[in-house]
């Protein structure tokens, strides 16, 4: 055994494992922060760690299926099992299980976590604080990260459980959220991700509240957040934007280029039966009307969104008031969901009837089929242009990244071919060649 060796088996190892959204991820980076902070040391394989972390995500039956998965092989493997996440808000079905994790906390509950990690295997004497980056511990690439604003949700859809599982809005204030951002762009991150459960609801359960920024006060709010994180000079993304009018000021930031023109919105359906039953916010009759508005606004804006199909009572009308919609909208990226029922949701307690499976499968095949069609026209049309891309994943000839109108993980790629070498986080000017449904190629120049 090497000294090195024998330095490491003299830390504590947490094995984590996280499962679940962006915000889970968050709330993992979070935790693994306050873990590095207090000297334990993370390693992938849970044979060989003395406690286990299981990050859960609860809110599709399909997203507990793994977390359950993921709870026992932890327990196989390792035996010492820390369960927390968003499944931890209904630990019975945990317990009922796995009778011997050791501790179940719920989502956000870090204080807990720690406690239960330090109950299970005491921290090492030496905290080693030097070994944290004043930016905190980033799960994401180095030159992207996730930055939440708030937590919980003021919305009560009715096929979701996040706010019974996460509580009402409890937005972060403005300076903190500033603070947090400007640490990321100092330590090399450039583009920020923002995300919430209502990121244009940000600021209302603090009433617009002014913090402290630098010298100057900031409010609270949407609009004055995506100003001053602009200003910091990474690109800014906003994920999970309702269609509320006063989104229209954002937007005027994205056509000025302060903050990049891309939208996330969770439409999930077009017909008003649908979203009734759905209790959606916002004014979705009035939705196209605001697409089209945003786009006289910046015309070049990217629009991502989120649909669900097969929803209770959903009729063939509904569905192709669907299709309608969104030949109109004309989205540039579309994800779609075959409707679950999820455990504790009020929409199994519409009365409405079930879509037989098989109809769900045909109508969200429809559905793809005619997105893919104007993805697909959205993208040749990007075919001669100059694009600004952000390199993901060097390679040696070519290389793999994004433009401005595609979020990591969830949107598709540009492919760079490239003389010089490129890093990952370099942001190159490329001209677009070639198009094929979801992903562009070019040139950088
Ligand atoms: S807006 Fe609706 S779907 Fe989104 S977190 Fe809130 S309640 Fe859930």
Redesign the pocket.
Known sequence: MNDTDSDRTALPRISFVSLGCPKALVDSERIITRLRAEGYELTRNHAGADAVIVNTCGFLDSAKAESLEAIGAALNENGKVIVTGCMGAEPEQIRDRFPNVLAITGPQAYESVLGAVHAAVPPAHDPFLDLVPAQGIKLTPRHYAYLKISEG?N???SF?I??KLRGDLASRPAGEVLREAEKLVAAGVKELLVIS??TSAYGLDLKYADSMFQDRTVRTRFYDLSRELGALGAWVRLHYVYPYPHVDEVVELMAEGIVIPYLDI?FQHASPNVLKAMKR?GNQDKALERIHRWREICPDIALRSTFIVGFPGETDADFDLLLDWIGEAKLDRVGAFKYEPVRGAAANDLGLPQVPDEVKELRYRRFMEKQQEISAKKLAAKVGKRLQVIIDEPGPTVSKGRSKFDAPEIDGSVFVASRRPLRAGDIVSVKIERADAYDLHGIAV
């Open positions: 949700c919305n009560r859809c979701c996040i706010p459960q209502d969770p916010p």
